[in-house]
Structure formats: structure tokens, C-alpha cells
């Protein structure tokens, strides 16, 4: 026979959608909970970590050329327990990104990309975006394990289908050992 899909890989597969909507949820939560902060008069401070509460900027976990570079990172833990973090960097390169910024801004050194550290308002723009794709990816792997039972029975359905045609037509194999043959 065709290998079907099991109940357990079904089932492992669901499970895993649903782990992945909810850190997706946790983390979109987690930046819509980043809150923007102004001076009295409502100017921006001079330090980029002020104008933020709900984040922390801090050292990057990776090496990075940048002398200044700090990671924007929100973290905490998904309603069954599970740690999620999630970071976004204060600057971008030029060539990749659709901001435009002005020539002052650039910043180019010897072997590296020009690039530019972003603005607390583009940053405030950057992390509503993040927290709006994290709902989006959320939703999707909720239709996923919405959807897998349905995909899985019809597949199976197919594949007893094919099986059975096979086996009328006298073939001396089935729809598993074609599967084989290339492997």
C-alpha cells in the first residue's frame, strides 16, 4: 500500500501548527505591548531606548561590524509556557530597504554596505509592521491545522483509490512500490 497518513503524523501536524499560531499570537502581543515615549514637550530623546518601554535594546547575539548596533528584543512566554523572543535591528541598508532616507543619514565604511540607523518614528513604524506579519503568519498556521484533517483524508482517499485501480488492472505492485522506484 501507499503510505497513508497516519492519525499520529496527522495529529503531530495539527499540534505543530498550533504551536506555531500560538508563539506567532505571543510574539505579535508582545510588540503591539511596545508603547512609544515622548519627552514633556513631546520631543524624542536623545537616547533611542527611551523612546521605547515594553522592549529592551541591547548587545546583538550575533557579531555585527556596526560600532553602535543594538537589538530591539521583546521576549516572554506563549499561554502554554513555551519561551518566545524576538528581536528587530535599529538600522537598515540602503540597498535593501524602501525608506527613504537622506544622503546625511547614510553611513559608509570601508567593506561594508552603506546603511543608517532608523529614527525612533521608523522604528515605531518598523515594530506595528512586525507585530501586523506575526498576525498574519498566526492566522495562517491556524488555517493550516484547520485544514490538515480535511488534506490528510482526501490524500488517503486518493490513495485507496489508486491502489485499487492498480490492483484491478492486475499490476503486480502498488502505488508504494512506485513511490520506491526513484529512491
Do not use: C, Q
Given at each position: 500500500?501507499?503510505?497513508?497518513?497516519?492519525?499520529?503524523?496527522?495529529?503531530?501536524?495539527?499540534?505543530?501548527?498550533?504551536?506555531?499560531?500560538?508563539?506567532?499570537e505571543t510574539t505579535a502581543e508582545l510588540?503591539?505591548?511596545?508603547?512609544?515615549?515622548?519627552?514633556?514637550?513631546?520631543?524624542?530623546f536623545s537616547i533611542m531606548s527611551k523612546n521605547f518601554s515594553g522592549c529592551t535594546f541591547k548587545e546583538p547575539?550575533?557579531?555585527?561590524?556596526?560600532?553602535?548596533?543594538?537589538?530591539?528584543?521583546?521576549?516572554?512566554?506563549?499561554?502554554?509556557?513555551?519561551?518566545?523572543?524576538?528581536?528587530?535591528?535599529?538600522y537598515k541598508y540602503v540597498k535593501y530597504t524602501n525608506i527613504k532616507v537622506?544622503?546625511?543619514r547614510v553611513i559608509n565604511e570601508r567593506f561594508l554596505e552603506p546603511y543608517f540607523y532608523l529614527t525612533a518614528d521608523e522604528i515605531e513604524t518598523l515594530i506595528k509592521e512586525t507585530a501586523a506579519n506575526y498576525r498574519k503568519w498566526?492566522?495562517?498556521?491556524?488555517?493550516?491545522a484547520e485544514t490538515a484533517a480535511a488534506a490528510a483524508e482526501l490524500y488517503n482517499a486518493?490513495?485507496?483509490?489508486?491502489?485499487?485501480?492498480?490492483?484491478?488492472?492486475?499490476?503486480?505492485?502498488?502505488a508504494y512500490d512506485i513511490q520506491r522506484f526513484g529512491k
Open positions: 500500500m501507499l503510505e497513508m497518513i497516519s492519525s499520529i503524523d496527522l495529529k503531530n501536524a495539527i499540534t505543530r501548527y498550533n504551536r506555531e499560531a500560538e508563539e506567532y510588540w503591539e505591548k511596545v508603547t512609544r515615549e515622548h519627552k514633556k514637550d513631546g520631543s524624542d547575539h550575533l557579531m555585527k561590524m556596526h560600532a553602535y548596533e543594538k537589538e530591539i528584543t521583546v521576549s516572554g512566554r506563549t499561554k502554554s509556557g513555551r519561551y518566545v523572543s524576538n528581536y528587530i535591528d535599529n537622506e544622503e546625511s498566526a492566522e495562517n498556521s491556524r488555517k493550516r486518493k490513495m485507496e483509490e489508486i491502489n485499487k485501480e492498480l490492483k484491478d488492472k492486475n499490476f503486480p505492485f502498488d
